[in-house]
T-cell receptor
């Protein structure tokens, strides 16, 4: 069974540009969450999608957005990139069968560098 | 979300048992306790989850006292490859709240 796939693995962008990251969850998983990891702030929750609806959002500016498609694949977009957006962006999927504490499976992440 | 407190770092040697204690005084009745492991430049990996008493799997054991205000992750006979950051989480699964974690360094 394939794991969570994130593309691209590495990305270099210039300040002011925008970027789109992609996440393909494990087959059958309908919940997809995004996290940002930086050395200074650690792992921080960005948002979570379930059945194409954003159910939860972390404390990030509106430049960070996302969406989920009918096949559960998800994308996140960051507009007007800032140097501080350089981070490892992680996607996680879970089954969320009704038991709210099901295991989350993480992808390898996308390493974004803003120059 | 219940706040968790765990040691910043721990050192150990190969073959020893490592015990990491996490405090979560404000844990809610419905909250589970979950531990994740993370290696550099990789996503976290689920280790174990429990609600009360003791849970054991092929990788670790989780001890939870009756008041559930703390929990202890036990890694038996660690090896160099167990060097990683270990996170203790409490609460909803789809909004995982990671603290700073515990950096465990295993030495030969």
């Amino acid at each position: 069974k394939a794991g969570v796939t994130q593309t691209p693995r590495y990305l270099i962008k210039t300040r002011g540009q925008q970027v789109t990251l992609s996440c393909s969850p494990i087959s059958g998983h309908r919940s997809v969450s995004w996290y940002q990891q930086t050395p200074g702030q650690g792992l921080q929750f960005l948002f979570e999608y379930f059945s194409e609806t954003q159910r939860n959002k972390g404390n990030f500016p509106g430049r960070f957005s996302g969406r989920q498609f009918s096949n559960s694949r998800s994308e996140m977009n960051v507009s007007t990139l800032e140097l501080g957006d350089s981070a490892l962006y992680l996607c996680a999927s879970s089954t969320l069968t009704g038991d709210k504490n099901t295991e989350a499976f993480f992808g390898q992440g996308t390493r974004l560098t803003v120059v | 979300l219940a706040k968790t407190t765990q040691p910043i770092s721990m050192d150990s040697y190969e073959g020893q048992e490592v015990n990491i204690t996490c405090s979560h005084n404000n844990i809610a009745t419905n909250d589970y306790i979950t531990w994740y492991q993370q290696f550099p430049s990789q996503g976290p990996r689920f280790i174990i989850q429990g609600y009360k008493t003791k849970v054991t799997n092929e990788v670790a054991s989780l001890f939870i006292p009756a008041d559930r205000k703390s929990s202890t992750l036990s890694l038996p006979r660690v090896s160099l490859s167990d060097t990683a950051v270990y996170y203790c989480l409490v609460g909803d699964d789809y909004k995982l709240s990671f603290g700073a974690g515990t950096t465990v360094t295993v030495r030969a």
